[in-house]
């Protein structure tokens, strides 16, 4: 299947998610940034094309770009991989996988989450004040989950791993994902 990676990082952790992804796939990677600069016919002979994004307050990054795109796309395996801090089995996560896609797109694309981790030394400056801000929220909440999580993101970690692309790589290999 041609295969196409589209991503858009800040940070690393999607960009590495998108070269799994590529790799697994023998798929061609671009950056969002290089994606913008084609013209449609460029996307043409692809059978497969994924969007990769990091998610910032629940929604994913220039994603518009994507499902702009998609409503010409819908011949295609199209796949949307959200990338975020939080672990994939926390329930926001299959909050923010369900308000990712309208019912409309939901029938031409699927939407995908695979856990990133935070990286405090390669974000830049109003996404660190973004999060100090809620951090700070987060800590001074009554609810002592809410404080819970507020210690676990003050930090740099990464969870990530190459075995959250699985999901990913079978749709795209024309697999039922559940
Ligand atoms: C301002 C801001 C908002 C964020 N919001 C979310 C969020 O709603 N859900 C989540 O899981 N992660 C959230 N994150 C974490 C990033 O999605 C996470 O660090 C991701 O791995 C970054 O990907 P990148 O390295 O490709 O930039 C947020 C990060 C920032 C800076």
């Known amino acids: 299947m041609k295969t196409l990676v589209v991503y858009t990082s800040q940070t690393g952790f999607t ?3 998108a070269q799994w992804i590529a790799e697994r796939m023998s798929a061609d990677i671009l950056d969002l940034k290089d994606a913008q600069k084609k013209d449609d016919s460029s996307f043409a ?3 497969a094309i ?3 994004g990091w998610l910032m307050a629940g929604k994913v990054v220039k994603v518009n770009w994507f499902f702009e795109k998609a409503k010409g796309w819908k011949d295609k395996h199209l796949a949307l991989v959200a990338v975020g801090g939080s672990p994939n089995d926390n329930p926001d996560v299959e909050t923010a996988l369900k308000d990712m896609l309208t ?3 939901s029938a031409y694309i699927k939407a995908f989450y695979c856990q990133g981790g935070f990286n405090y030394e390669k974000m830049n400056l109003p996404s660190k004040l973004a999060m100090k801000a809620f951090v700070s929220t987060l800590k001074k909440s009554k609810d002592e989950k809410q ?3 507020g210690s676990y993101i003050d930090h740099s970690y990464d969870v990530s791993d190459i075995k959250f692309i699985e999901p990913v790589v ?4 024309g ?3 559940a």
Request: avoid cysteine.
């Open 147 to 149: 404080r819970e999580v």
């Open 103 to 105: 019912e409309e797109q």
């Open 175 to 177: 697999n039922v994902v």
């Open 15 to 17: 960009k590495r998610y």
């Open 45 to 47: 002979g692809y059978e």
């Open 50 to 52: 994924v969007y990769a």
């Open 170 to 173: 079978a749709y795209l290999q």
